[in-house]
């Protein structure tokens, strides 16, 4: 592979905003996987965020864009599956499997779509300093015959229909709005981009923490859990992003509730690999964890706390939480599902939707 701009390369990234702002170029903020495509002729290499190749899991979409894409490009944009018009990132998730005849089975079952929304390279020609408008005119008309499973992104400079896709579909997989200057130049791993993404809270239970994976004697993160209708605590997920100085003071005050054992806590089969297929606990296996450490110090499930999210899917927060605020005049077993907002079912329709396209594939 001999192109102008090479693999690995980190995505251009964007930090949050409030609300979304005028005189931007907006598109939606898709719940899928962020993909770099590097094409040279028959050779072709799908990159994660991360650096990570996504080239095997996705072999029906490496075989499309082989078929649709400029002999020699490099574009940025999302991996996602769309499952009765909505898009579905459980079985997006699902996708990346270590068994070859699973990937197989799974590119027939629940095929993948490339939305693409950005270019960094075409033929010869670098296109990291050419301005954001400048790139999505060229982007658009190499992609003028594209078809299922390629599409092109669609983008507006309309703050009211920007809008409307932050409202009316969250539901669909829409996970906010991304909103770009029209003059701005790529620059991976740079945070130059705007995104707006729903804001909510709610209280759990605080059940455990993790150890700080530098520090010994800081909290890495904190474990939370809601109960479920039969009383059950489920494992929703983390709260962290604490500084130097909190890591340490959390230690201190979770001390008293450090359980001498973890018999009779929620979670004590959490090493048991059949118990997470009854319920939801930390240290599960999975293929995203790679070599990390999944032991957790368990606490007596005592303390309720505010956290900060974004979106709910499957009974757990999708991304990483904030911690708000201790909340000690809350009872631990009020903590529910029933007590979360959920994002209305919503379908992408046609003619209105961000991504009619999708509907039917």
């Known amino acids: 592979m001999d192109l102008p701009v090479m693999p690995p390369v980190q995505p251009m990234l964007a930090r949050a905003v409030d609300a979304i702002p005028p005189g931007m170029r907006y598109e939606a903020k898709w719940d899928g996987f962020r993909c770099l495509v590097f094409r040279d002729g028959d050779e072709i290499e799908l990159g994660s965020r991360t650096g990570k190749p996504l080239t095997r899991y996705f072999p029906e979409l490496a075989d499309a864009l082989r078929a649709q894409l400029p002999p020699r490009c490099v574009l940025d944009g999302e991996i996602v599956v769309a499952v009765h018009g909505r898009l579905d990132f459980d079985a997006l998730q699902a996708r990346v499997h270590p068994a070859d005849s699973r990937v197989r089975l799974l590119a027939r079952t629940t095929p993948a779509c490339f939305l693409a929304f950005d270019l960094l390279?075409?033929?010869?020609i670098a296109a990291l300093d050419t301005p954001l408008a400048e790139r999505r005119q060229v982007l658009g008309a190499a992609l003028e015959r594209a078809r299922h499973p390629l599409f092109l992104a669609p983008a507006t400079d309309d703050l009211e229909l920007a809008?409307?896709?932050?409202?009316r579909?969250?539901?669909?997989?829409?996970?906010?709005?991304?909103a770009k200057p029209p003059d701005l130049p790529y620059r991976p791993g740079e945070r130059l981009m705007l995104k707006i993404k729903?804001?909510?809270?709610?209280?759990c239970v605080l059940?455990?923490?993790?150890?700080?994976?530098?520090?010994a004697e800081a909290v890495g993160s904190l474990l939370l859990g809601l109960y479920d209708g039969a009383g059950v605590l489920q494992y929703v997920g983390g709260a962290s992003g604490f500084t130097e100085r909190r890591r340490r003071e959390?230690?201190?005050?979770?001390?008293?509730?450090?359980?001498?054992?973890?018999?009779?806590?929620?979670?004590?089969?959490?090493?048991?690999?059949?118990?997470?297929?009854?319920?939801?606990?930390?240290g599960s296996p999975s293929r995203w964890s790679g070599a990390k450490d999944p032991s957790w110090v368990p606490l007596r499930p005592e303390l309720v706390c505010e956290v900060g999210?974004?979106?709910?899917?499957?009974?757990?927060?999708?991304?990483?939480?904030?911690?708000?605020?201790?909340?000690?005049?809350?009872?631990?077993?009020?903590c529910t599902y029933a007590q979360l907002e959920r994002a209305p079912s919503a379908a992408?329709?046609?003619?209105?939707?961000?991504?009619?396209?999708l509907l039917g594939a």
């Open 198 to 203: 729903h804001a909510r809270t709610a209280d």
């Open 348 to 357: 992408l329709a046609p003619g209105e939707s961000p991504l009619p396209p």
């Open 250 to 282: 959390l230690m201190t005050e979770l001390a008293p509730l450090r359980s001498p054992s973890p018999a009779g806590h929620p979670w004590a089969r959490w090493r048991e690999e059949a118990a997470h297929e009854e319920s939801r606990m930390p």
């Open 207 to 215: 059940a455990g923490y993790r150890v700080h994976r530098k520090d």
């Open 121 to 124: 390279a075409l033929g010869d």
């Open 169 to 178: 579909y969250e539901g669909a997989g829409v996970d906010g709005v991304m």
């Open 309 to 334: 999210y974004d979106h709910l899917e499957a009974g757990r927060f999708r991304h990483t939480v904030r911690l708000v605020r201790w909340r000690p005049d809350r009872d631990p077993a009020s």
């Open 163 to 167: 809008r409307t896709w932050f409202e």
